[in-house]
Structure formats: structure tokens, C-alpha cells
């Protein structure tokens, strides 16, 4: 009876992602569409946050001064503290592109308590770029090269909504192994916790942003309190879109195939340490809730499989069937990634990853380790009473 009660509750997991999680696994149904033909008349103010990123600013700082459909765009670079010549990078490839003027860099200042790394370094370019006044934020990462028309598109969705805040996943770097077999899941279970069709309805509670690639009005960022609002926040394009929300403004995720994420993950290590870093925290630091995400991953994505070699009839179908609305759900995000319908069948095993990385994000923090990143703890442990 208790394989049965597995296998049933297993397949109606599957039946409800499927029909009542806002086809969420409908990839082709979030792109934007294309960007009008008139150009935008205002200025975008882009802000970059970067520490040592020298090997991957120039490309992304060509791309945004490449922009068509907008006519005036301006970059502001906080060099947060690099030691591997991130400016001069930048600076160079602003100059190649015959485009210097429009870069400034902002030299950081060191890291006040309270905030994290990134979040600091945004609102020490957001100060600088005020003195502009622009009709619009693009907050983006220096891996991110963007489309032509990425930032035309942005607008015209976020004018046609109209929306207040509006955001890219932008397609992440897919070519290794380790990558195949998980970047593709990285974005699934992106969408199936912050579903775009929830995001857009004003009546859902559910916010969710993208962080390589928001692009937000100015008078917006302010109602949401500024990035001063969420400066200790570790997962904050989340934070920041469920700010902007719960303000009254209007939200849109979508993806996009032709503005990408050039960082490279070379192994599983690399991805396991990105995934880690904000595992626990999307859990709120709640063993149960680890308990929970635990049990729900194996019920979801391992019994299944699983659940083919049981010698109950019932449990072998209801299996067979879960695996067919796996597959169903997974194969479009597979597909959007290039890949070869063969990779859908590894979702169990990736499952298996992210629920190692998940255990590991909770020791790490556990252990005063919590949202390391490039040398900063991101996440620290406090003291409070475990939920």
C-alpha cells in the first residue's frame, strides 16, 4: 500500500506541474516579442556590478554599446575591488566600439556590513548614473552579452504592458558536459517555482526576476525602497521583483535565445558551488522546509523511474505515467538549449545533483560558509531558532 500511495501521489504531482503551475514548462510562450521599428527616444542607464571579471567585460560592454532601436544608452562599471584589470578591459573594448565616452567607471568603495557584495556595488553605480536622470535602469552582469535590439525589446514590452519591471533569463553557457546535463534543469526549476504567467498576473502573489538582465523604471525602483532594500539579500532579482510587486507594480519574465550568459562552467564542482550558494537560502533556512524540498525531489523526480521495476501493477503505471509528463514538461527547455531529446531522460539523475547541492548549501551555511562567493560570505549565519 505504500508504494501505491507513492506512485499515486507521484503521478498527481506531475498532473498538477503540468496543468495548474501556469505552463511554466511552456518555454516558447515566454519570448518577447520583437521590438518596434521606431527607435526609443530616451536614455537607459546601464549598471554593472563586476569583480574580476576581465575575461568576460569587454565582450558584454561591446554588446550594450551596440544597441539599436535606442537612441541613447549609458554604462556605468563599478569595479568592485578587481585585482585582474576588469576596467581596463572595459575601458578598452568601449574604445573599439568608438563608444568611450559612454562608459564611466566607478571605482568601489569597500564593502559596508549588511550588504552583500553585488547588491553594493549596484547601488554605488545607480548613485553615479542618477546624475543622468534616465528614463530607464538596465541592471545586468558582466558575463551577459546582449542581443542588438535586447535592451528595444525590453522597453517595448515593458511600454506595450505596460510593465514596471521586466526581465530576460538570458540562455546560459551550454556546451560542457556538466553543463548539458545541468544548466537546462537550472532554468526548469527556475520557471517552476517563479512561473512567468504568475509573475505577470497582478492577482499572484508570485514575483520573480531574472538578475543578469532587469530593466526597471526609475520611479518603480524607488516605490520598491531601492536596492537599499534589499541590500543583505542573496537571491535579490527575486527580492527585488517581489518588492516592485508588492508596491502595485507590474511584472514580466521571459527568455530569451539570442542574449546569453558567457560564463563557462567547466565541471559539475563549478555548477554544484553556484547552485549552493542559494539553495538554502530560497529555503529560508528552514530545516523543515529542507525536509521537505528533500522528500518532494525524490517523490517527483526519482520515484518514477523507479517506480517501473515495482511488481505492483498500479505502481508500474502510475510510474510510466509520471515519467511520460517528465518528459512532456522537460522536453521544450531541452529543446530551447539545442540538445538532443536523449538529455530529457537525465532529469532524474540532474534531480539527484540538486539535492546533494541543496544538502551541501545547508552545511555550508551551517558552517559560517553561506553564499561564498568569489572570496565574500554572502549568506552569514545568524543566531535564530530553527524553524
Known sequence: MLIIGAAVLSLLIWIYLLAARGSFWRVGRGTA??????AFPGLVAVVVPARNEADVVGESVRSLLSQTGVQSVRIFLVDDCSTDGTAQ??????????????????????????WSGKLWATQQGLEKAREVAPDFWLLTDADIVHAPDSIAT??????????????????????????KLLVPAFVFFFFML??????ADRRNKTAGAAGGC???????????????????????????????????GRLWLGVTPSTRSVRPYQSLGEIGRMISRTAFNQLHHSVW???????????????????????????????????????????????FY???PVWVLTL???????????????????????GEWKGRMQDPRRQRALK
Open 154 to 179: 525590453l522597453i517595448s514590452v515593458a511600454e506595450t504592458g505596460p510593465y514596471d519591471l521586466v526581465s530576460f533569463m538570458v540562455k546560459l553557457h551550454c556546451k560542457t558536459l556538466a553543463e
Open 338 to 340: 539545442g540538445l538532443s
Open 33 to 38: 516579442p520583437k521590438a518596434s521599428g521606431q
Open 289 to 335: 522546509l529542507l525536509m521537505i524540498s528533500v522528500f518532494g525531489l525524490v517523490l517527483t523526480y526519482l520515484a518514477p523511474p523507479l517506480l517501473l521495476l515495482s511488481h505492483s501493477r498500479i505502481a508500474m503505471v502510475c510510474g510510466a505515467l509520471a515519467c511520460v509528463g517528465m518528459i512532456v514538461a522537460y522536453l521544450p527547455m531541452v529543446r
Open 214 to 248: 532587469i530593466l526597471i523604471r526609475p520611479e518603480w525602483l524607488e516605490r520598491a525602497g531601492g536596492i537599499a532594500a534589499i541590500r543583505g539579500e542573496i537571491i535579490d532579482d527575486c527580492a527585488l521583483a517581489a518588492r516592485v510587486k508588492s508596491a502595485g
Open 89 to 114: 578591459a572595459a575601458r578598452s573594448a568601449a574604445a573599439v566600439v568608438g563608444k568611450p565616452e559612454a562608459l564611466t567607471i566607478v571605482e568601489g568603495a569597500p564593502l559596508p556590513s549588511g
Open 194 to 199: 517563479y512561473p512567468p504567467r504568475w509573475i
Open 348 to 370: 532524474p539523475l540532474t534531480a539527484v545533483f540538486y539535492l546533494v547541492a541543496t544538502l551541501h548549501s545547508a552545511w555550508r551555511f551551517w558552517s559560517g560558509r553561506g
